[in-house]
C-alpha cells in the first residue's frame, strides 16, 4: 500500500514537445505529491508538488495533473528542452504520519535537439 | 540559497569496514532524513530524526545503522560493519518542520557515493 508507481522508465522527446509521465498510488492517506528532478551526480531537487485538494497545479512549462478517484498524478512539461534531460521521480507522503517520501522507480527523460 | 551540504562526495571502503557520512541541513531546519538510492533504482527511505532522536526508520535500517546530531550542525550516517549491497548514493534531506504539521520540501544533499569494495 506504500507503493508509487510510475511510468514509463525511460522517455523520448523531441524539442518543443510535450514530455508526459505518469504515477499511481494506493495509499488514500497520501495529501501530498511531489516532482522531483536529478540530474546526474546531483541529489534530487523539489520541481513542484500538489495536494488532493486541486486537480492541477502550474508552475511555468510544469504542470501536474491529479486525479483523486483514480488515484493517479502526472507531470506535463510543454515546450520541452534539451535541459530538462533528467531523471523524473514521482513522490507521495501524507501530513498525518513523519512526512517520509514514498518515491516512484523514475523517469529518464531525454529531450532530443 | 541555503543548500544541504554532505561531505565527503565519494567513499570508497573494504568490506566490514565502518564508515561516517557526514551533513550539514539547513540551518533553520528541524527535521532531517537519510534516503539512499542503489544505482540505477529509486531513492528509498532510511531514516528521519526529530528533536534529537530516531523518529522513523525503514527496513534498511538495521542495527548496522546509527544516526547522530554530535552538535548543533552536523548531521550524520554511521554505518557500523559495510556490506557490498551498502553500496549506493545516499542522501541527506531536511525540512524546515517536524513530524505531524504540513509537509514541506524537503531539500536534498547532493549525496555521497559508497563504494564498498
Known amino acids: 500500500q506504500q507503493q508509487v508507481k510510475q511510468s514509463p522508465q525511460s522517455l523520448i522527446v523531441q524539442k518543443g514537445g510535450i514530455s508526459i509521465i505518469n504515477c499511481a498510488y494506493e495509499?488514500?492517506?497520501?495529501?501530498?505529491f511531489p516532482w522531483y528532478q536529478q540530474f546526474p551526480g546531483k541529489g534530487p531537487a523539489l520541481l513542484i508538488a500538489?495536494?488532493?485538494?486541486?486537480s492541477e497545479k502550474k508552475e511555468g512549462r510544469f504542470t501536474i495533473s491529479f486525479n483523486k478517484s483514480a488515484k493517479q498524478f502526472s507531470l506535463h512539461i510543454m515546450d520541452s528542452q534539451p535541459g530538462d534531460s533528467a531523471t523524473y521521480f514521482c513522490a507521495a507522503s501524507y501530513t498525518s504520519g513523519y512526512s517520509t517520501l514514498t518515491f516512484g522507480k523514475g523517469t529518464m527523460l531525454l529531450v532530443s535537439p | 540559497e541555503p543548500e544541504v551540504t554532505q561531505t565527503p562526495s565519494h567513499q570508497v571502503t573494504q568490506m566490514g569496514q565502518e564508515v561516517i557520512l557526514r551533513c550539514v541541513p539547513i540551518s533553520n531546519h528541524l527535521y532531517f532524513y537519510w534516503y539512499r538510492q542503489i544505482l540505477g533504482q529509486k531513492v528509498e527511505f532510511l531514516v528521519s530524526?526529530?528533536?534529537?532522536?530516531?523518529?522513523?526508520k525503514s527496513e534498511i535500517f538495521d542495527d548496522q545503522f546509527s544516526v547522530e546530531r554530535p552538535d548543533g550542525s552536523n548531521f550524520t550516517l554511521k554505518i557500523r560493519s559495510t556490506k557490498l549491497e551498502d553500496s549506493a548514493m545516499y542522501f541527506c534531506?531536511?525540512?524546515?518542520?517536524?513530524?505531524?504539521?504540513?509537509?514541506?520540501?524537503?531539500?536534498f544533499g547532493p549525496g555521497t557515493r559508497l563504494l564498498v569494495l
Open positions: 534531506a531536511s525540512r524546515e518542520n517536524g513530524p505531524f504539521q504540513p509537509q514541506e520540501t524537503q531539500y
Open positions: 495509499n488514500t492517506a497520501f495529501d501530498y
Open positions: 500538489i495536494r488532493p485538494d486541486v
Open positions: 530524526f526529530y528533536n534529537n532522536e530516531i523518529s522513523e
